[in-house]
């Protein structure tokens, strides 16, 4: 039998930690998320654009016998799929905050400054143009950043910026997250009722007992995961919490140690050598029950090394990044943009609020509150980060879309056309912050090339 060498150091150069993981994830998941965007509106101001419209409100019933829920497919998309997505932002969300770049306050002091300031300036300049009547609901709107969207562009330019800008871009996007998800919970919830939220809190205590009680089987955290969005649904706050809820209840630590892990792979590697493979197993591998079975035993020790939330986040994230963002910008980026009369729509006050909040009010925020942090010695630039990089971050946070337009819908639920003049401003100031972040730090890091050829 031939003998396979497997040198060591090209295999772990395979090895990609969960972070590097998540950005490569994120960053095609940018690119998709653009061209679907883009594909989308070529649709939608086609020939075909009403009925490509009419295709998502098409009623979709989903019940057992007399017991069935009928919604639209737009609904379904934003009240369902999207409860994977905020299931996803709140696992990422519990890993950063455990391990990650928000474990340590005074490494996440920067990154979460800079998201409370791009939160509060955009929303402070949204009111100054809507400070009140049906169209001030929007404030936050232009309070939040599409991850997926500002790292895409971010890392176009990867080769020419620090690695560090990239990491605190992504951990201001979190933190920009959960502003986004506590704004949901409390300001955008119509009303509540009562039993169904007491449903709700009875399903959160059995996932927590779940949790303590050692239960890593995904199995029970699924069910019981269905029964919470259910009951979210039905209790009037929005559905798409019971996903960050549910991804807190889950266990984030593995049953076995890595003790533990190491000690199996000795029994299982012991019984291998104590055994004789034939030539007949080797040329027949079906037939191979002793190799099986110790692949089977591998498989099951890799298993319980690891936590059900890295599972859960590793097997979630493409579905969730390639399917579930597509299908959203799908649904709701429909815009027919030769029936748009811009002169008139662009001066709204919805429109304008949110463009100057994202584009402007997401610069000022990210870069001052950034500043002042680093000013008042709560924070430090990361290692060969400087403000030029900060700057051109600060622009790309401008990039509101999937997380804007879902505020959006809940902001002008009863006010279609109130929420066209979002979008549009949603769609413009996306592509506007694109730009400038992508010029900005393009140029920056040329300026820094001849710079160092000079000196040297």
């Not at 060591?8 to 095609?28: C, D, H, M, S, V």
């Not at 066209?420 to 393009?442: D, F, N, P, Q, T």
Request: glycine letters at 10%; charged letters at 10%.
């Amino acid at each position: 039998m031939a003998n396979h060498q497997y040198p060591l150091e090209p295999l772990l150069g395979k090895i990609i930690g969960p972070f590097e993981r998540f950005l490569r994830q994120t960053t095609a998941g940018g690119i998709v998320l653009m061209g679907m965007t883009l594909l989308t509106l070529i649709v939608a101001s086609s020939p075909l654009g009403d009925t490509y419209r009419h295709l998502w409100e098409t009623p979709f019933r989903i019940g057992i016998g007399l017991q069935n829920m009928e919604m639209s497919l737009h609904v379904w998309v934003n009240e369902g799929l999207m409860a994977l997505f905020f299931l996803l932002v709140g696992l990422e969300l519990k890993r950063q905050i455990m391990v990650g770049e928000l474990a340590s306050l005074r490494i996440a002091a920067l990154p979460v400054a800079g998201a409370i300031g791009g939160m509060l300036v955009p929303a402070v300049i949204y009111f100054l143009f809507n400070p009140s009547g049906p169209t001030a609901s929007g404030w936050g709107i232009p309070m939040a950043t599409d991850i997926a969207f500002a790292i895409g562009i971010l890392v176009l330019l990867a080769w020419r910026i620090p690695k560090n800008l990239i990491i605190f871009l992504t951990a201001l996007a979190i933190a920009d997250d959960l502003g986004a998800v506590l704004i949901i919970a409390i300001f955008y919830t119509q009303s509540i009722d009562m039993a169904f939220l007491g449903g709700a809190a009875g399903l959160l205590g059995i996932l927590l007992l779940c949790n303590q009680g050692g239960i890593r089987h995904p199995l029970p955290y699924a069910i019981l995961g269905i029964l919470l969005w259910l009951a979210f649904l039905k209790s009037g706050i929005h559905a798409t919490l019971s996903g960050v809820l549910l991804a807190f209840t889950i266990p984030a630590r593995p049953s076995d140690t890595p003790h533990q892990f190491d000690k199996h792979l000795d029994e299982i590697k012991n019984a291998f050598r104590g055994e004789t493979i034939t030539s007949e197993e080797v040329d027949a591998p079906l037939d191979a029950s002793l190799t099986y079975a110790i692949a089977e035993n591998i498989e099951k020790a890799s298993i319980a090394v690891q936590s059900p939330q890295q599972r859960m986040e590793h097997h979630l994230s493409p579905w969730v990044t390639f399917g579930v963002i597509p299908l959203f910008a799908m649904a709701n980026t429909g815009l027919d943009l030769f029936a748009i009369p811009f002169r008139d729509v662009i001066v709204q006050p919805v429109t304008l609020g949110i463009m100057l909040g994202l584009v402007l009010g997401k610069f000022l925020g990210i870069s001052g509150f950034a500043w002042l942090a680093v000013r008042l010695n709560l924070a430090r630039l990361p290692g060969g980060v400087q403000w030029r990089h900060i700057l051109g971050a600060a622009w790309l946070g401008g990039i509101g879309f999937t997380m804007s337009l879902f505020i959006a819908q809940l902001a002008f639920t009863s006010s279609p056309a109130l929420f066209e003049e979002a979008r549009l401003g949603i769609i413009l100031a996306s592509v506007i912050a694109a730009i400038m972040g992508l010029i900005w730090l393009y140029i920056s890091a040329r300026k820094s090339a001849v710079n160092e050829t000079l000196l040297h």
